[in-house]
């Protein structure tokens, strides 16, 4: 049993420089068959986010099960301070996944993405403007899904229902 005052127990935590956290869960068990080039891939991914984003980006990565030589990769980046945080799991689910990433943590903005996409320069510009155009967007994707363009868009419906600000195309 511990003696004294713990110091750190009052102690308040600093204000964080980070207002926007990038999740990306990784799950490549095997460098075989449909995941031979996963590795590459991953390497394509993150070096393509880590050099197009901005200073205030917090970096998590979770590791949900993956192959020896990816949880090597992610090691190495975690050592030469690339990554914020590297948490470790065992094949729960990309959502259960995405979950232990962001809990703890209170970002203005939390990006959650694949382990096999590609940043362009300014995506983050681009994510924000979107946010400050349409004030009641919970949500950015930056891929087409024409089929969802009803899900979660219902507050937004009886705002502009007869307004031409809000159309849909093909």
């Not at 993150?46 to 992610?74: K, M, P, R």
């Not at 510009?125 to 979660?152: D, G, I, M």
Request: positive net charge.
């Amino acid at each position: 049993m511990r003696k004294g005052f713990n110091p750190y127990k009052d102690k308040k935590i600093e204000q964080s420089d980070y207002f926007h956290q990038v999740i990306v869960p990784v799950y490549i068990p095997k460098l075989e068959g449909y995941l031979r080039d996963g590795l590459t891939i991953l390497k394509y991914c993150l070096e393509s986010l880590l050099s197009t984003s901005h200073s205030q980006t917090y970096f998590t990565i979770v590791n949900n099960g993956s192959c020896g030589e990816v949880a090597d990769y992610l090691v190495d980046l975690k050592c030469k301070e690339q990554i914020h945080e590297l948490i470790y799991t065992t094949s729960i689910g990309k959502i259960n996944a995405v979950l232990k990433g962001i809990v703890g943590y209170s970002f203005s903005l939390v990006t959650i993405t694949d382990a096999d996409v590609l940043f362009l320069n300014d995506w983050q510009k681009e994510t924000y403007k979107v946010f400050n155009f349409f004030p009641k967007a919970v949500a950015v994707c930056p891929t087409p899904s024409p089929r969802s363009y009803k899900t979660y868009t219902s507050n937004i419906y009886w705002d502009y229902f007869f307004s031409k600000n809000v159309f849909y195309k093909l």
